[in-house]
């Protein structure tokens, strides 16, 4: 329809059933737009908000000032910030592109053909994949008892290069204090090195990173990828111990990480502490009181450290659940097979609001 065809469908009406239609019109579209549902997706664990303006106006400004040349590879100045923060020279920290990238160049850089990799299952279903790519293999220890670290070191063989472990672990939340990794490191062979992946640990009570200067063969991996809200930027460091420099030298990417993602998370380092800790405190809060009341619907939810659950209902296996909330609510989650648990599903925790709409829904579809 024409412009003028929608003005002379009112010329033979009175004033007042031209207002009338108009406005049923109107309420027409008000009803429409409020029956629309929007997706909520809790399958990721990044953060679901854009980042500061601060951090945004940073990566503007390098952007700015000119992409047409090389940057210096090393990201000094990042390191240098990382390095003041944890307490340790800036030679023993090094940035990369993603804590997923630099796990892996650990990996490629440790393991040889007939090299085994033992990690908890369930758990990130990059670490077995790590194995395999650089020619070793997996294996993957499930911790009935609830105890990983007596797993990981009943596991253990003469052909045993790496330890790889998340914590908190995702997707169970589980995480492992200090005296639990103390005793783990302890009793490991010298020829092991663990890559513990922290990128999770805002959420968590500690990190261990402090760890690497009693034990060498400790690297730990983070990322600005989840708490930080940074993933588009796809930038995380790495951290080891006395004597792991020439192995962090292998790990960091050839030619460094771009200018755009050091400068977003030197600003994010720089700037925004006060804001990650409302952030990551609500987040917390949230997380507590969505397990309870999942809980009391009956649900199996399992202790969390981190900024997601790890759920079960009886009568349906994870696949099943997840599709239910997809075409019922849609809610998007985590499918727990893929993880190592097809009976469960991962869910993030985000706000009060998605956490309401969650439970709305899972107590449907119980009843159902």
């Not at 040349?69 to 390095?83: C, G, K, T």
Request: hydrophobic share 45%; net charge negative.
């Amino acid at each position: 329809m024409g412009l003028l065809d929608y003005y002379r469908q009112f010329e033979e009406q009175p004033p007042e059933e031209v207002s009338a239609e108009l406005r049923e019109r109107a309420a027409e579209r008000r009803r429409q737009a409020l029956s629309r549902v929007e997706p909520l997706d809790l399958s990721a664990l990044t953060w679901p908000e854009l980042p500061p303006s601060v951090v945004v106006n940073a990566v503007t400004y390098v952007a700015r000032r000119g992409l047409h040349r090389y940057r210096e590879p090393h990201a000094a100045e990042l390191r240098s910030e990382l390095a003041h923060r944890l307490g340790l020279p800036a030679t023993r920290v090094v940035v990369g592109n993603g804590a997923a990238q630099l796990l892996g160049s650990a990996a490629q850089a440790l393991i040889e053909p007939g090299d085994e990799l033992v990690t908890p299952w369930p758990s990130y279903p990059l670490l077995p994949v790590l194995a395999r790519r650089a020619g070793g293999s997996a294996v993957p220890v499930g911790a009935a008892s609830g105890r990983p670290a007596e797993a990981i070191v009943a596991a253990l063989t003469d052909r045993t290069r790496i330890v790889a472990l998340c914590n908190p672990n995702d997707p169970t939340g589980e995480w492992l204090d200090e005296a639990a990794l103390r005793a783990l490191l302890s009793a490991l062979p010298e020829r092991v090195v663990v890559l513990l992946d922290e990128a999770l640990v805002e959420y968590a009570p500690s990190s261990a990173a402090g760890l690497v200067e009693e034990f060498p063969r400790l690297l730990v991996f983070r990322s600005f990828s989840k708490a930080w809200g940074l993933a588009g930027l796809r930038i995380g460091y790495a951290v080891g111990g006395p004597d792991s420099e020439p192995l962090l030298e292998r790990v960091e990417p050839e030619l460094g990480v771009n200018e755009l993602a050091q400068a977003g998370a030197l600003e994010a380092l720089r700037a925004t502490d006060a804001h990650m800790a409302r952030r990551v405190e609500a987040v917390r809060i949230e997380r507590a009181r969505l397990a309870g009341e999942l809980e009391a619907l009956g649900l199996s939810v399992a202790p969390s450290e981190a900024n997601l659950l790890w759920l079960g209902a009886d009568g349906f296996d994870g696949a099943g659940l997840a599709h239910e909330l997809e075409t019922r609510a849609k809610i998007r989650v985590a499918e727990g097979g893929r993880f190592g648990d097809p009976d469960r599903i991962r869910v993030a925790v985000q706000d009060e609001a998605a956490g309401d709409r969650l439970r709305d829904a899972l107590a449907a579809i119980l009843r159902g």
